[in-house]
């Protein structure tokens, strides 16, 4: 069975003492929530201070964003190997928002799925459609079209060496989650996508979902049988509403340690 898997999408917000609240309250807060996994990814600036907290915790942490290279005259980017000096185990890829604003494409995104996994770090791969693309009822062409693109460079069964997560972009920060009918629809969809090409890893790959997730919807979204976590942003800017989301996570899991990741 695959486990719960909660992430902690801080994006844009924080502070070093508004960070140190939060991250020593999640740690108390998911002491005694042993069946899931928690995990934070920060802004870049604070993943020493994460690091430095998080260190002796059973959580995990990331960045939101990585660079396809190395090194070189990239101003403004983040390497892998600068990710992985500060502990990260994870990192964002291919947010919508990245997509939007910072114009990565399907095909940087899935050269950076693979960059990340030659460093030893787990790309979070995000795949979603916009309002239109829903309203037009090509949801199913979207996603597959996202998610064939990490496939084509890191092969079916690389997906293993990441996390996949589903975010229509319509519920991010707008507090309008997917129902659950279309949540399980179109996870089901992927999964059962990935299994024409490799039914061991459609029944090992962890996907999340993600897009105004809060402790009021949580139950209804981690119960179902293919959701196996959530990608949280705006609940996760409170600690008492977080917490609340990997409690519902923590009551929904298998044991962590029969996870292939966590």
Not at 13 to 23: A, H, I, P, T, W
Not at 64 to 92: E, W
Not at 144 to 165: C, E, F, H, M, P
Not at 211 to 227: E, I, Y
């Amino acid at each position: 069975m695959r486990s719960k898997l909660v992430i902690a999408n801080r994006k844009m917000n924080g502070s070093l003492e508004s960070n140190e609240r939060f991250l020593r309250d999640l740690i108390v807060g998911t002491q005694h929530l042993q069946k899931a996994s928690y995990t934070v990814c920060m802004p870049h600036p604070y993943l020493f201070q994460a690091q430095a907290i998080l260190k002796n915790s059973a959580i995990t942490w990331g960045g939101q964003n990585m660079s396809r290279y190395d090194h070189g005259p990239f101003t403004g980017s983040v390497s892998p190997a600068m990710l992985k000096d500060f502990g990260c185990k994870y990192v964002i890829i291919g947010h919508s928002e990245r997509r939007l604003r910072g114009h990565d494409t399907d095909e940087s995104t899935g050269e950076r799925f693979k960059v990340a996994v030659d460093a030893g770090i787990t790309p979070i791969f995000c795949m979603g459609e916009t309002l239109a693309e829903y309203n037009a009822g090509i949801t199913d062409e979207v996603t597959i079209r996202q998610l064939n693109a990490v496939i084509s460079v890191v092969g079916i069964t690389g997906l293993l060496k990441g996390v996949l997560a589903y975010e229509p972009v319509w519920a991010i920060g707008t507090g309008k989650a997917a129902t659950p009918q279309h949540a399980q629809g179109i996870l089901s969809f992927l999964r059962g996508h990935i299994g024409l090409l490799n039914q061991e890893v459609a029944d090992k790959v962890h996907i999340l979902y993600g897009g105004s997730v809060s402790p009021n919807n949580a139950s209804d979204l981690f119960c179902l049988p293919d959701v196996d976590g959530g990608l949280i942003g705006n609940a996760c800017l409170n600690i008492e509403s977080f917490v609340r989301v990997c409690e519902v996570a923590n009551q929904y899991a298998c044991d962590r340690m029969t996870s292939p990741h966590f």
